[in-house]
């Protein structure tokens, strides 16, 4: 399962100007998402920007769902 990672995305070109590669922080238990290592546990690949994370993407520390992560400025 990793085929469409290079996919190109126009929202990806338009949010990384803004906050497309700042790290995510989860507000349950603190895992912090870091654009440029991914998240070997999740399949997700270094350098994807949280929003370019799949929908169905958890935690891997706390299992909950995207909409649980905060920006960590
Ligand atoms: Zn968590």
């Excluded at 070109?13 to 238990?29: K, T």
């Excluded at 440029?36 to 769902?65: K, M, Y």
Aim: charged share 25%; aromatic share 10%; proline share 11%.
């Amino acid at each position: 399962m990793n085929t469409s990672v290079d996919e190109p995305d126009a929202r990806r070109l338009a949010g990384d100007a803004r906050d497309g590669n700042l790290p995510m922080e989860c507000r349950i238990c603190w895992y912090l998402y870091d654009p440029t290592e991914g998240d070997p546990v999740g399949q997700v690949s270094p350098g994807t920007a949280f929003h370019d994370i799949p929908d169905d993407w958890c935690c891997p520390r706390c299992d909950n769902d995207k909409s649980y992560f905060l920006p960590a400025t």
